[in-house]
C-alpha cells in the first residue's frame, strides 16, 4: 500500500467556557508514502490544531485517523506516544530544546529513550550533517536561532521517522536561515524518504511541497 496516513471526516471542537467552536470541519485527508505537503491558512484557521491531531497531541471529536494501516483514534496514550517516538517526527516554531543540554546531549536523549546502541555517535553524525559540527557541545542559549532550529530537526528526525510534521518551522528565522531550513528538510525527506507535511506562511516554502492544501473555515479548499 501506498498510503501512510488517511484522516476520515475529522471534526475537532474545543469547549471554551459556554461557548463551543467547531475547529475543523469534515476533513478528509490522504497522504502518500513520500510524499510532501504543505498547508497553508490564515492565522486561526486550523492548521496547528491539525498538526496536533496528525501527530497524536489532540484528539478529534469524531473520524478517523489511520496512521501506517493502524487506527490511531482507537489506541491508548501509551500506544499513540509510542507511534510518536518512533514513526512522527515533530517540528515547531518555537525549538523547546533543553536549555541545560548541548546540542549533542539534545539529539542524543531521544535516541537513549529509545534504546538505540550509539546515541551520542549518531547524535553528532546526524549534526554533522546539518552543518553543526562546530557546534556540538553548545548549549542552546549559545547557538542563534537557525542552528537551534537546526537540532531541533537533527532530534524530531533522529529515529529516521516515516512522517515529518513541521508546524511554520521556519517562523522565527530570517530569509537566510529559512532558506537553510527549509533547503536541509526538503533534502532530507528526499533522500531517506519520509513524508512530510509543513504548515507555512511563506509562499517559497510551500511551494517545494509536492502539493499544496488550504484551510478556510476549517475545512480543506
Ligand atoms: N486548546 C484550545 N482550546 C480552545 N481553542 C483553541 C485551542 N487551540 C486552538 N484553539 C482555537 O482554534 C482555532 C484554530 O487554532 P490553530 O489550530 O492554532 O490555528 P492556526 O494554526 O491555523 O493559526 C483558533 O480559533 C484557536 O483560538
Ligand atoms: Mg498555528
Known amino acids: 500500500m501506498n498510503t501512510l496516513l488517511k ?9 471554551t467556557g459556554k461557548d463551543n467552536i467547531n475547529v475543523l470541519k469534515n476533513i478528509d485527508l490522504t ?3 513520500k510524499e510532501t505537503v504543505s498547508v497553508v491558512g490564515e492565522s486561526g484557521s486550523g492548521k496547528t490544531s491539525l498538526i496536533m491531531l496528525i501527530g497524536g497531541l489532540e484528539r478529534p471529536t469524531s473520524g478517523k485517523i489511520i496512521f501506517q494501516d493502524r487506527e490511531i483514534t482507537n489506541l491508548n496514550e501509551d500506544e499513540v506516544s509510542e507511534i510518536r ?6 517540528i515547531f516554531q518555537s525549538f523547546y530544546l533543553i536549555p ?7 539529539v542524543a536523549l531521544t535516541l537513549e529513550l529509545n534504546e538505540f546502541k550509539n546515541p551520542e555517535k549518531e547524535a553528532k553524525s546526524l549534526l554533522d550533517r546539518f552543518g553543526l559540527k562546530h557546534r556540538f557541545n553548545n548549549l542552546p542559549s549559545q547557538l542563534s536561532g537557525g542552528e537551534q532550529q537546526r537540532v531541533a530537526i537533527a532530534r524530531a528526525i533522529a529515529m529516521k521517522p516515516d512522517l515529518i510534521l513541521a508546524d511554520e518551522p521556519t517562523g522565527n528565522l530570517d530569509t537566510e536561515n529559512s532558506i537553510m531550513i527549509s533547503e536541509i528538510l526538503f533534502k532530507y525527506v528526499k533522500e531517506e524518504g519520509s513524508s512530510l507535511i509543513i504548515v507555512t506562511h511563506d509562499p517559497k516554502l510551500a511551494d517545494k511541497a509536492k502539493r499544496k492544501i488550504k484551510i478556510k473555515d476549517g475545512k480543506i479548499k
Open 7 to 15: 484522516l476520515k471526516k475529522i471534526n475537532l471542537k474545543y469547549q
Open 31 to 33: 497522504i502518500k508514502k
Open 85 to 90: 517516538r518512533q514513526d512522527i517526527g515533530i
Open 100 to 106: 541545560n543540554y548541548t546540542a549533542v546531549e539534545n
